[in-house]
């Protein structure tokens, strides 16, 4: 009996399996279609004998014993013809391990967010005595309105071969939860597909030392679930450290940090990307149940060979065989054998009905090309005007406003007795005159005396401002008639002196948001005048500030013994290029600076700070203690580190 399973397959008469979406070993996890309720399920399927269907049946009956929204019920369990199926809930979404694979890390608040939600989940089912055994990101589902879901509840850690699990297991899958919302690497005890958290010394680093900026009480509460090294926080801190020993404690430790919950699951919604920007998954080929023979293609139709009837013999007389053999032959009276196939051309046609009977006509193309267009000919030319005269000649017409001329010899016809037309000009013949001989001059355009009279005054104050100026010249003066600047006098050869060199100054780091300090043992480098030596900062894998990195910066803080005027600083960064702010203080600061700086560099080498910029005047800084505060950090192999050979004050 075939226990394998395809697509199509229907089981136990309800369930049809529609898409493969993982195999383990020899166990299958389908989407399936249940033909009873008309919706979706998820089945995991394997062989009957399979030494992990006992286990498989036993979980299921464990995980229907919780009832939680957040968590994908177990809805049928069945063997049946060699296969043994557990039928779960389907849920729809997208997984962590592709949230964070596409996305990139969560916002410390998503972050805690979403395990405190899995957290609250997973209480409710200890509650009940029943444990995940597999709490990875590939089980976590966020839907499209931000909501979680479980899925594998003990399921899946069965499918694995895996024992049930225990109460220890799922915190620490919830504390790498929490590492794989914030860094996109996973630390868990459980398998995933997701990158492994980088380690040191056998021991995974901590969060904030994989990103920058993750806060210091989600970084501590992770630190309670690693069991890899010990903080000796428990120790240190005694009673307050977080609570992790219970997934609701760890949902309450969450919850505090997160504070006002409102419209969290709408940005946690807002955190999956558009279904085009995933990367694509791509499917193994199916071969094709029927394969083609393109070979084929090309063989000849051959018609189907007929078999020539039986001969009959007839007895006739001497007179019908007389006719008989007086008939034309066949040849002379058989109709031509039809071709098999036709010797015409295949032609696109247009069927025509209509008429008296029901035949169909077709409207085909042409069997010849269409005869070319004849030539073109230019239209021949037309008067301007039409001709009034048998000669073709156009007649001009006085127009209705013209002034008849007075006729110098009233009595005096013409030459041909004909009196003029009282219009000038006209023909001696008495004809009135063509355009052909109108030799007259055309009517003024209207305004081109006002243009004239423009553009003569325009010129005449060209002129008298071009006097003006030679006047204002003649006489010594600028052009405009004021008086020219004096001349500039020679700078003076001496150099200024520059301020002295500020001595005893000490350095501290300055690191207000974080804890473990930014190497002290570097600081005496500063002030040795060797450029080989230096102190640099923390190793970051992120840049400051957004989108990434949560932290502003870091620095240092110089102490001038007392209150000083202070002219210039002068750091020197040993490589890279980076941004250096310079702030002033009467006391020691303990927070990050927020005001204006004083002054900021930016660039590599040597950076001179000062409050005004080169070549201005201003005062001088005025306080006791600096702070070099490094807003952007030079990358260093792919990282972000700091590194200053030199520091020099200089005032008075």
């Not at 036993?58 to 009832?67: G, H, I, Q, Y």
């Not at 479980?150 to 620490?172: F, K, N, S, Y």
């Not at 019908?320 to 032609?347: C, F, K, M, N, Y």
């Not at 930014?518 to 957004?546: I, R, V």
Request: proline residues 12%.
């Amino acid at each position: 009996m075939a226990t394998s399973t395809r697509s199509g397959d229907v089981l136990a008469d309800r369930y049809r399996l529609i898409d493969l979406l993982s195999e383990t070993g020899s166990g299958r996890f389908w989407r399936a279609r249940d033909a009873v309720l008309e919706r979706f399920v998820a089945l995991h399927v394997i062989a009957e004998d399979d030494p992990r269907a006992p286990g498989l049946f036993e979980a299921a009956r464990t995980s229907a014993s919780v009832l939680d929204p957040r968590i994908l019920r177990v809805l049928d369990a069945e063997s049946e013809d060699g296969r043994s199926f557990v039928v779960n809930e389907w849920g729809t979404g997208i997984s962590l391990d592709i949230l964070v694979t596409n996305a990139g890390p969560l916002g410390p608040r998503r972050a805690a967010w979403l395990v405190a939600d899995v957290a609250s989940a997973i209480a409710r089912a200890h509650a009940a005595g029943v444990t995940h055994g597999r709490l990875n990101p590939e089980n976590v589902l966020i839907d499209r309105y931000g909501s979680v879901r479980i899925i594998g509840m003990c399921v899946d850690a069965a499918l694995h071969g895996l024992p049930p699990g225990e109460v220890r297991g799922d915190l620490e899958d919830l504390g790498g939860l929490l590492y794989c919302a914030l860094t996109g690497t996973w630390p868990g005890p459980s398998g995933s597909i997701v990158p492994a958290a980088p380690r040191e010394n056998d021991a995974f680093l901590s969060p904030r030392q994989v990103r920058a900026g993750v806060p210091k009480p989600l970084d501590l509460l992770w630190r309670e679930f690693d069991c890899t090294q010990d903080h000796g926080r428990r120790r240190l801190i005694g009673s307050d450290h977080p609570d992790v020993t219970t997934a609701q404690g760890i949902a309450a430790e969450l919850l505090a940090f997160v504070g006002d919950p409102a419209g969290m699951p709408d940005a946690l919604a807002k955190s999956i990307p558009p279904i085009n920007e995933l990367r694509p998954v791509w499917l193994p080929a199916v071969l094709d149940p029927l394969p083609h023979d393109a070979s084929q293609d090309d063989l000849p139709v051959v018609p189907p060979e007929r078999e020539d009837p039986a001969p009959v013999v007839i007895e006739v007389d001497e007179r019908t065989q007389e006719s008989i053999e007086a008939r034309p032959g066949p040849e002379e009276h058989e109709d031509p054998p039809i071709p098999l196939v036709s010797e015409l051309p295949t032609e696109a046609g247009i069927p025509l009905f209509g008429g008296d009977d029901d035949d169909v006509q077709w409207l085909r193309t042409r069997s010849t090309p269409p005869p070319p267009p004849p030539p073109f000919e230019e239209p021949p030319e037309r008067p301007l005007f039409a001709p009034d005269s048998p000669d073709g000649a156009v007649v001009r017409r006085p127009r209705p406003d013209a002034v008849p001329l007075m006729d110098p010899h009233p009595g005096d016809p013409g030459e041909d007795g004909v009196r003029p037309h009282g219009y000038w000009p006209w023909d001696p013949s008495g004809a009135p005159a063509t355009d052909a001989d109108d030799t007259t001059e055309s009517e003024a355009v209207p305004g081109r005396n006002w243009l004239r009279l423009a553009m003569a005054v325009a010129l005449a104050v060209i002129l008298l401002v071009a006097v003006a100026i030679a006047f204002n010249l003649g006489r010594g003066r600028t052009a405009l008639g004021g008086d020219p600047d004096p001349e500039p006098t020679e700078p003076s050869t001496t150099a200024a002196t520059p301020p002295a060199v500020i001595p005893g100054v000490r350095a501290t780091d300055f690191d207000p948001l974080g804890e473990d300090g930014e190497n002290p043992d570097g600081l005496p480098n500063l002030f040795d005048g060797d450029n080989a030596t230096s102190w640099n900062t923390s190793t970051y894998k992120d840049q400051f500030g957004p989108p990434l990195g949560l932290k502003t910066g870091v620095g240092l803080i110089l102490d001038l013994g007392r209150k000083r005027d202070v002219s210039t600083v002068a750091v020197r960064l040993a490589q890279g290029t980076g941004t250096v702010e310079l702030y002033s203080f009467d006391n020691p600061p303990s927070n990050a600076p927020t005001s204006k700086p004083v002054a900021t560099g930016t660039g590599s080498g040597r950076l001179v700070l000062a409050p005004a910029a080169e070549g201005a005047t201003a005062p001088p800084i005025t306080g006791r203690y600096l702070v070099l505060w490094l807003t952007a950090l030079p990358e260093v192999d792919g990282d972000f580190r700091a590194e200053i050979s030199e520091v020099v004050v200089r005032g008075e």
